[in-house]
């Protein structure tokens, strides 16, 4: 990895010397990929001031995040051949992330990602009824959710964004003010880092998980059927006709859910097997196998392009990950660019606790009880494969 890196480097600068686009050599500032007006992301709402923000970092790389529902709206990342491209779906406006309440693209998920199945969970003895706003199941949290609030920028730098937002207590059926605090670093080792912390003041649940729609080839440039993948993961947890897990953890072994060595996603994902035709393809949890420490990052997947070479490798402190291949998409907004994103125009890899583990007791648990930290560092790792 350290030797890809190196690469990007050099490439980096050999581009930032010959460019046309380059600023000049007396500013000496690295080039600037982003093709976002500021303007159109800056507002005076309710809640807040909203705006864009710019991370860089010593190799090229550059991301762009607006503190309304704390999303990643661009990610130039490097191929084999030292080409950025923009990885990450999304919009080039605040309005349209305003007009797409049920969407998701580069945000965090919260009170809790995934499905919690019929929209209800008892903790404590007590029941709570939250929204059913996927068929009868509740899904990260309600359309209002982390995704579509402001977010209090706490700390920024050219490479760090620190974002506070604060839950209040019953917040879409809900129990106890929940207080997150989420770091977005973008380090120089080609890593975009998000530390997630929360606190609570009454028992809660709470899977807090990050949703950038990942397209290797660049956003709006084909489907991910050509995306490699391979997971640390010798398990996942089968869903019935409603994407609620079945309480079991069953073997990948012998399935087209087996990903322990690399595949291609369009090599099976149509394949004659229930869980793929109930899910359109692939949205499930994987279980990540147990690594050396549990308070280090354990790697969980890896995704490459054999094309361009573009890799991300996936580390997380979560006991899950959830693949989804963009199976309900259907063009049907035009977006940055104004490009239109079909069915299977990116992955997404979500790090968190098992869907539904509310009403999963044989689930890791997902309470949050007072005088306790959640914790959760997730890492997507950017690298290029010759």
């Not at 965090?108 to 939250?130: H, Q």
């Not at 917040?171 to 609570?200: C, H, Q, R, S, W």
């Not at 359109?280 to 490459?304: E, F, L, M, Q, R």
């Not at 963009?326 to 606790?353: D, P, V, W």
Request: some cysteine.
């Amino acid at each position: 990895m350290k030797q890809a890196i190196l690469l990007i480097t050099a490439v980096a600068l050999a581009l930032a010397c010959s460019s046309p686009q380059e600023k000049s050599t007396e500013e000496n500032q690295p080039l600037m990929y982003s093709k976002i007006d500021p303007a159109k992301f800056q507002a005076s709402l309710p809640a807040g001031e909203v705006k864009l923000y710019v991370l860089k970092n010593k190799n090229g790389m550059e991301m762009t995040v607006t503190n309304f529902g704390a999303r990643v709206v661009e990610l130039f990342a490097p191929d084999k051949e030292g080409k950025f491209e923009d990885v990450v779906l999304g919009f080039d406006n605040l309005k349209d992330y305003q007009d797409s309440p049920g969407g998701y693209f580069g945000a965090p998920i919260g009170r809790y990602g995934n499905r919690i199945a019929n929209a209800t969970f008892t903790l404590d003895g007590k029941k709570y009824e939250l929204e059913a706003n996927n068929g009868p199941n509740n899904l990260h949290g309600w359309p209002g959710g982390y995704h579509n609030v402001v977010w209090e920028v706490l700390e920024e730098s050219d490479q760090m964004l620190k974002m506070k937002y604060v839950s209040p207590d019953g917040e879409a059926g809900f129990p106890g003010t929940l207080t997150v605090v989420m770091t977005y670093t973008l380090t120089d080792e080609n890593e975009f880092k998000i530390e997630y912390e929360a606190e609570t003041d009454k028992p809660t649940v709470v899977n807090l998980t990050h949703h950038s729609f990942f397209n290797l080839n660049g956003h709006g440039n084909g489907d991910v059927h050509n995306h490699q993948l391979k997971l640390n993961a010798d398990h996942y947890t089968p869903v019935n006709d409603v994407l609620i897990p079945l309480g079991k953890i069953a073997p990948v072994e012998g399935t087209p859910m087996d990903f322990r060595e690399p595949h291609l996603i369009g090599e099976r994902v149509d394949e004659d097997f229930e869980q793929l035709k109930v899910g359109g393809g692939y949205d499930h949890n994987w279980v990540i196998n147990p690594g050396g420490s549990s308070d280090a990052p354990n790697w969980a997947a890896t995704v490459v392009v054999p094309e361009n070479g573009r890799t991300l490798e996936v580390y997380t402190t979560q006991p899950g990950i959830q693949v989804y291949t963009g199976n309900f998409m259907n063009g049907s907004s035009k977006s940055k660019e104004g490009k239109t994103y079909g069915k299977r125009s990116a992955i997404c890899l979500e790090t968190q606790h098992f869907p539904d583990s509310p009403n999963q007791p044989n689930f890791p648990s997902a309470v949050l009880n007072p005088g306790e930290k959640y914790q959760h560092s997730c890492i997507y790792a950017f690298s290029v494969t010759n």
